[in-house]
């Protein structure tokens, strides 16, 4: 049993020697950091698909919280792809925070496709760093799987 799984360890790490060569080189971590996103806008659609109906009951409440001016000030948090943009309601005022910066571009396209909102910006910066806004500068903040 033991021989068995040595072999599989050895048969584990050989498949798995071109990504620690890629790592070891330094390419690894801006290679994912790059291709992450597009993988993520194809997950993202057929998750929004399967989660429909519970997006639109829980980001429906956010209208309620729109002041005299009709907005509402929305950060999200690792915005990803923007995928829960169709989902919130007219007049919101979104600022997007997310730590990989190759989202951006996946991103502007989802702010075209949702001209029902407002684009403020978007802060390269993980949930935990947000000094690149201010305190209390926001309604909503939303935080999502995906």
């Known amino acids: 049993m033991d021989a068995l799984v040595r072999l599989l360890q050895l048969l584990v790490l050989l498949l798995t020697l071109p990504l620690h060569l890629l790592a ?16 993520m806008a194809a997950l993202t659609a057929k998750c929004n698909r399967k989660m429909e109906s519970k997006k639109q009951q829980l980001f429906i409440q956010i209208k309620g919280l729109a002041g ?3 907005k509402v000030s929305l950060l999200e948090l690792g915005c990803g792809t923007g995928a829960n943009f169709q989902f919130y309601p ?35 910066a993980s949930g935990e760093d947000m000094k ?15």
């Open 24 to 39: 070891l080189l330094g390419c690894w971590q801006p290679l994912c950091k790059m291709c992450f996103p597009y993988l």
């Open 68 to 70: 005299a001016s009709g």
């Open 90 to 124: 007219a007049g919101c005022r979104i600022t997007c925070l997310d730590p990989n910066p190759h989202f951006e571009k996946l991103l502007t396209k989802s702010m075209a496709e949702n001209r029902h909102l407002q684009y403020e910006r978007f802060v390269v």
């Open 132 to 146: 690149g806004l201010a305190d209390g500068c926001m309604d909503v903040v939303v935080r999502t799987p995906v």
